[in-house]
């Protein structure tokens, strides 16, 4: 068998990475959210105060962040520049500012060689909006997984809710997250697109259990 890549890509909440969490450790390969590495940027951002249209500011924290990983009880944990921000990363603010921090160029210019340096390191499952057309364009697996908007707002806000993390009634989070989807599809660097070699994956009527089977059923036909 050897290590491969897999990319896993779609729109907010269709459950990517509790997915691509599952997956990487059925075949022991590495997990890399980029959806946290973009947040980790908009947290910094925020944290610094500076205006969302402040491009060039924003690009030089990007290009200075150092963005980590590390093995959390439940779930991996996310530093920035040694700050824990595990859970300030999923706040409003955050969700709110993000996509407009991910359409600037040299951020993703710098998330892109980060997120290639950790696949560099052995098999990987990598989820995100632009992982097979853009990061690992060589991916031997590529999946596109979408649900729709009631669905994904609904299984956030039950998430949220388990979480302790406030975020609005299902209507407001359903809104949010429509427009978020609406910015990183139209935005012209990388947009949320399905890459013209990926599986599409409509997981609206399936269960956790019934997606990851079907993405390890399909890996397990490339190794
Ligand atoms: O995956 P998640 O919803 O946490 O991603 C947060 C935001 O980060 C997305 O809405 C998008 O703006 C940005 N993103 C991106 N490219 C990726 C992953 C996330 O632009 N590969």
Known sequence: SKDIQVAIDGP???GKS?????VAKRFKYIYCDTGAMY???AWLALDHHLAMDDTAAISQLAQQA???FKPGEEEQRVFVNGTEVTKAIRGNAVSKNVSAVAAIPAVRTEM???QRA?????GIVMDGRDI??????HAQVKIFLVASAHERARRRYEENKEKGIHTGTLAELQAAIELRDQKDSTRKVSPLVQAADAIKLDSTHLTIDQVVDQISAIITKKI
């Open 12 to 14: 907010a909440s269709a």
């Open 112 to 114: 892109t060689r980060q």
């Open 18 to 22: 509790t997915v691509a969490k599952r």
């Open 132 to 137: 097979g057309t853009t990061v690992l364009p």
């Open 66 to 68: 150092e963005i980590e």
């Open 118 to 122: 950790i696949a560099d390191k052995g």
């Open 39 to 41: 947040r980790a940027i």
